[in-house]
């Protein structure tokens, strides 16, 4: 890509002949924008997918390499140690759940472990990224993207809020969480259908944007299932509400035994964002290879 994907940095220089307000600014990236095109400098498709693809082949390869090159992704379910995993599948298989919820959290059960799905969900995510940064993002953005083939964060962030509006969570404003909280106040977000950055983890492996790329990936689950998209602002209000159910063998607790286990667990596989988020933020650009 970084020989490739060369749209803007030849014209860049016209800019500082240029006394431009704020308001001009986008005239003359438009201008740029539409001299790169006639000129062929901007990114073919192609050349976008070959990026992609090496992006997911590295992705894939660091994926396998945080469970274990000798570790099937599809036996990480069957190793899963808590009694809370064993709960919530039980209570899936048993159909104790609202129905739609039901039908997302058994796909997500399988998918949540998947190198493919997530293989498949990041692939359309940097596709929709990078033509997000071309269209929209600032003359700087684009040259990074270019110059260190770096994902900009702020393109990630749009791209993904703008994926979830159908989901029903409350996207218009994301809640930026920068003290641990505790379970009942974490709760309450949840409740109130919240999407969370979790700055607390900005820079660590845990990631302060994993939860939120989670909910694109139940996004994309409920997609593929074939059921309202709206299903997943259902599932998050429903773990925040965290009623018990109480079962013949035990009581289910959806904030620990939903939460706790797709999304926040300490299992060695996916659930776990400090498994997730790396092989992630490294096909970002975000961290080093």
């Known amino acids: 890509m970084k020989s490739k994907l060369r749209i803007f940095l030849s014209l860049l220089p016209i800019l500082g002949t240029l006394n431009t307000s704020a308001d001009c600014i986008d005239t003359v990236r438009a201008e740029l924008f539409q001299r790169a095109i006639s000129k062929n400098l901007i990114s073919t498709d192609q050349n976008i997918d070959d990026f992609i693809f090496n992006r997911i082949k590295t992705f894939k390869n660091l994926a396998r390499a945080e469970i274990g090159h000798k570790v099937q992704d599809s036996s990480l379910n069957g190793l899963k140690r808590s009694f809370s995993s064993e709960k919530l599948l039980?209570?899936?298989?048993?159909?104790?759940?609202?129905?739609?919820?039901?039908?997302?959290?058994?796909?997500?059960?399988?998918?949540?472990?998947?190198?493919?799905?997530?293989?498949?969900?990041?692939?359309?995510?940097?596709?929709?990224?990078?033509?997000?940064?071309?269209?929209?993002?600032?003359?700087?953005?684009?040259?990074?993207?270019?110059?260190?083939?770096?994902?900009?964060?702020?393109?990630?962030?749009?791209?993904?809020?703008?994926?979830?509006?159908?989901?029903?969570?409350?996207?218009?404003?994301?809640?930026?969480?920068?003290?641990?909280?505790?379970p009942s106040n974490f709760g309450e977000l949840l409740l109130d259908r919240k999407v969370i950055i979790d700055e607390t983890f900005r820079g660590r492996d845990h990631g302060h944007l994993i939860h939120l790329m989670q909910m694109d990936m139940l996004r994309v689950t409920?997609?593929?299932?074939?059921?309202?998209?709206?299903?997943?602002?259902?599932?998050?209000?429903?773990?925040?509400?965290?009623?018990?159910?109480?079962?013949?063998?035990?009581?289910?607790?959806?904030?620990?035994?939903?939460?706790?286990?797709?999304?926040?667990?300490?299992?060695?596989?996916?659930?776990?964002?400090?498994?997730?988020n790396i092989p992630i933020e490294t096909a970002l650009g975000w961290r080093a290879d």
Do not use: M
């Not at 998918?111 to 997000?132: C, D, P």
């Not at 159910?245 to 400090?274: G, H, N, Q, Y």
């Open 90 to 182: 039980e209570t899936i298989s048993l159909e104790k759940l609202p129905k739609d919820i039901n039908q997302l959290l058994t796909r997500y059960w399988s998918n949540h472990n998947s190198i493919e799905f997530q293989a498949r969900w990041l692939k359309g995510l940097l596709k929709a990224v990078i033509y997000r940064t071309y269209n929209s993002g600032s003359i700087k953005q684009i040259e990074k993207l270019e110059r260190d083939e770096t994902v900009p964060e702020k393109a990630l962030v749009d791209t993904i809020l703008n994926r979830l509006i159908s989901t029903g969570l409350n996207t218009g404003n994301p809640e930026r969480v920068w003290l641990s909280l505790s």
């Open 222 to 276: 409920a997609k593929e299932t074939n059921i309202s998209q709206k299903v997943v602002g259902d599932l998050i209000e429903f773990i925040g509400r965290d009623k018990s159910i109480a079962l013949d063998d035990f009581v289910f607790r959806p904030l620990e035994d939903i939460w706790d286990v797709l999304f926040d667990s300490t299992e060695k596989d996916f659930s776990r964002p400090e498994i997730l």
